[in-house]
């Protein structure tokens, strides 16, 4: 099998597909938690570290306005060929997620996937929480999923999965290089192999990603003053079962509203 070492992100296609599995239980929660917890109904949607918006895509096609930001150059031209497909407007643009301004407020802005935890100082994170607050309407919501480092609880140390559209099959390996808690650092490898009837390729890469306990997480929101938490579930999106966050939580998604 051929070999790359390539940053996945700058293989959308694949990113798409791998990432794409949960994308129905996502968009519902992302709407359930907006009827439940917004302060009025939610038109416009925001998400920051879009990758290929495969999210904004699903929302927009249920009517909402829609807006998105990622680093990634390769990430926003696949997300918004999607949209010109379909006959919409181009919706996202390239950003730094620590530092960025919308033209407009947005009631319910989401971050699913663990992608928070690519910027990597407090400088960056509190940055990216200030613009948030700048983004968001007061009383709107921020869904922020990340994954915690449990303090009371052995981490998980990898996971794989699988995804197929016609005859593309993507299987993911995850598994950790090394953990600096002193440094909040965390390495870990990716790997894509790829199946196609003209061959097979994978793709290998390192993801660099801050680390963050319960109570670090819990002092970054609290920082600003601008926001409240109020509601955690787990990856499972599961509005009717909401969790207690504890030193042996990991997977956690915070329901955020915007304070005055």
Known sequence: MQELNESIYDHPKYYDLVFGA???????????????YSSRPAKRFFEPACGTGRLLYSLARRGHDVDGLDLNPKAIEFCNARFER??????????????????????VAFNTINSFRHLPTEAAARGHFESMADAVRVGGLYLLGVHLTPTKAIPSEGESW?????????????????????????????????HRPSGSVRIVDELVLRSYTMRQMKALIDHSGLWEIVETFDFGYDLSDPITVDAASEDVVYVLRRRR
């Not at 379909?86 to 009631?107: G, I, Q, W």
């Not at 995804?163 to 965390?186: I, Q």
């Open 86 to 107: 379909h006959e919409m407007p181009h919706r996202a643009f390239v950003a730094d997620m620590s530092d960025f301004r919308l033209r407009k407020k947005t009631d």
């Open 22 to 36: 949960d994308c129905a239980a996502e968009t519902k929660f992302i709407l359930g938690c907006a009827e439940q």
């Open 162 to 194: 699988s995804a197929r559209r016609g005859h593309l099959t993507v299987n993911t390996h995850m598994w950790t290089n090394s953990r600096d808690p002193k440094r909040r650092v965390e390495r870990f490898g990716i790997r894509f192999d790829i």
